[in-house]
Structure formats: C-alpha cells, structure tokens
C-alpha cells in the first residue's frame, strides 16, 4: 500500500462524515417545530422558543422571554395575508378584554415589507405589540407553514394549548386563553 | 498598441456595457432572475404568491425612481435577508459556496494528478526490471508443453 492512499482514504471519509453531519443537522433544524405541535397534541408542555425582535409599533425590541408571568398569545401575520385581515379586529377586541388578567396578545409579522406591516396596523387600528422578522427566522422554530397561526404561551413560557392554524374565533380566543390562564 | 492589447481591451468593452446598463437601469425581469420569493423559496419570476405580487410593485417602483439594480437588492435583502438573494454573497459565510466548488474541483484535480504520476511510476519500474509482457515461469512451462504437443 502507497502513502497517499490512505491519506485520500481518510479525506474521502472525513468528507462523507462532514456531508452526514450536514444533513442530518438540516433534519433536525427543520423538524424542530413541527416537533413542538406534536408535543403540545401529545399533551407535553414544550418551552416556547425565545426571540427578540424590533417593534413595529414602537421604538426598540421586544423579546418573549421578557414576557414571563404573563400569558402570551403569539399571532404569526402578514400584511398581505388575506385571513389575518378578519382575524385582526377580533384579536384587538381580545387583547382589550384581557390585557386586565395578565394577558398579552404579540402579532409577529414576518416575509412582509415593513411599511405594509405598519400601514395593516394602522388601517385596523391595532395598539397591541407587534414585532417585525422579515427574513422570517422564527417561522421554523415554530413549525409555522402558513399565516395566520397562533400558538398560547403560558406564564412560565410553556407551549400549552394546540396551535391554530388559520384564522381564530372570538369564542376560540376566549378558551383557548382561559385554559392558558390556569397552567 | 498591440493588435492583441486592442482586441483584449474591445473584448472587455463588449462585456462590460451591458453589465454597466443593467446596474444602472435594471429591468424587473431582470431582478426577478436574481431574487426569490420568500414563502415559496422559488426564484420571483416563478412565483405568483401575494408576497412576491408585492415584492413586483416594490421594485417597478425603485425602477421608476431610477434607482440601480444594487441600491434595490439591497432594500429588498434589508427586508427580508440575504435568503432573498438567488445567489449567495460573495463575502461572509455565503462566500463559502463559491469557494467549496472551486476547492473541490482543485481536491480533485491533485487526487488525479496524484494517482496518475504513482501509475507512471509502477508503469517505468515494470518496465525496467523487464517484467512487462514475460509470463510467469509456470505458465511459460505448460505453454512450451502445449505447443509441443501440438507439433508432434
């Protein structure tokens, strides 16, 4: 056997491992929110994932961490989304009722133009937090496929109630924020 | 001026225009070669998602304004990410995927290069030592054998 065979043996292998690895961390990125949908259906409470993101209608940032002993309903939207226009007046009507109770309603806008973003808020009047991720970072993380969805976080930031995908009901928001309430 | 100079310089003139007119006044198919669209992750000009209608409304506008083709990817990357770009940056992480093809391309080459000089190498020793084309001794012996039974 020649010197350079095992050393193209060795590159070869480490190469194939490297390809490997690759994959298989594509695998797991991509599956990592659909995993969070299965363990909430499966009764488990996942933590959410954290983000920090810039207001869209204020100055600065807003991170959901920050937000812990509240109980959160996370709105993914979009401006040129036709549902997220009959959702949004029921989710201010809800964010209203409930802000009182230690709820916060946070709208995520994301692949959308950031004065489109704006102009929705402003044309439906919407005063609860909202954040912008144009690139659309935290879709994944969240196994969001389409818009609107929205998932309940609870005070300790728990994943606890089923994501809905699609527009909400007043009735639905109203239940699924009592059964987030008492986790 | 040599004849070659010139002909390099006219060659490079050729090129370069229309890669200056196209920075300077792009068109919107064009830009819809060169970026994506962000949900559907096709290139823009495949794509009739309501995102990608407005992303059109976005660039005819800059089009309009007289803006160059790198001041628009450049809003349109501070949008929505690099991801928007159908190719990646040539500077960054993204630089790696113009250099890895290159890299193996070259790996490759010296793998080559490497394994055909170790094949010459074997092939000069054979031929040296006057090994190639003799039998070896059993063979020779049952061949001789063979023939020798042929001619009686």
């Known amino acids: ?183 | 001026m040599s004849i070659r100079r010139f002909a390099l310089l006219l060659l490079a003139l050729v090129f370069a225009a229309p890669a200056a007119a196209s920075e300077l006044h792009p068109t919107l198919p064009e830009l819809e070669h060169e970026v994506m669209c962000p949900t559907c992750h096709t290139l823009l000009e495949l794509s009739h998602a309501p995102v990608a209608e407005r992303m059109r409304v976005f660039i005819r506008a800059r089009i309009a304004r007289g803006e160059t083709k790198s001041e628009i990817t450049s809003q349109l990357v501070s949008e929505f990410g690099e991801g928007v770009l159908a190719a990646p940056p040539t500077r960054g992480f993204g630089l790696l995927a113009w250099l890895l093809p290159i890299a193996g391309l070259l790996a490759a080459a010296a793998v080559v290069a490497i394994v055909a000089r170790h094949w010459r190498r074997l092939a000069v020793r054979d031929d040296a030592s006057g090994a190639h084309g003799r039998l070896a001794p059993a063979l020779e012996r049952a061949l001789d054998e063979e023939l020798a039974r042929y001619d009686a």
């Open chain 1, 1 to 183: 056997m020649t010197w350079w065979r095992p050393a193209v043996q060795g590159i070869a292998v480490t190469l194939i491992a490297v390809l490997l690895v690759l994959l298989a961390w594509r695998l797991i990125d991509d599956g990592r929110g659909n995993g969070l949908a299965k363990a909430v259906a499966a009764g488990r409470t996942p933590v959410a994932p954290d983000f920090r993101l810039p207001r869209l209608d204020a100055a600065g940032t807003l991170g959901l961490s920050s937000l812990r002993g509240k109980v959160v309903l996370l709105n993914f939207w979009a401006s040129w989304c036709v549902p997220c226009k009959q959702e949004a007046p029921r989710l201010e009507a809800a964010w209203r009722r409930w802000r009182a109770h230690g709820v916060v309603v946070v709208g995520l806008d994301a692949q959308d133009f950031r004065t489109d973003a704006g102009r929705f808020l402003q044309r439906h009047g919407i005063t609860y937090p909202n954040v912008h991720d144009g690139p659309g970072d935290v879709l994944g993380r969240y196994g969001v496929s389409g818009f609107p969805e929205t998932w309940f976080v609870s005070r300790s930031g728990k994943l606890v109630v089923e994501h809905v995908d699609g527009p909400l009901t007043s009735g639905q928001i109203d239940r699924d924020l009592r059964r987030a309430s008492r986790e």
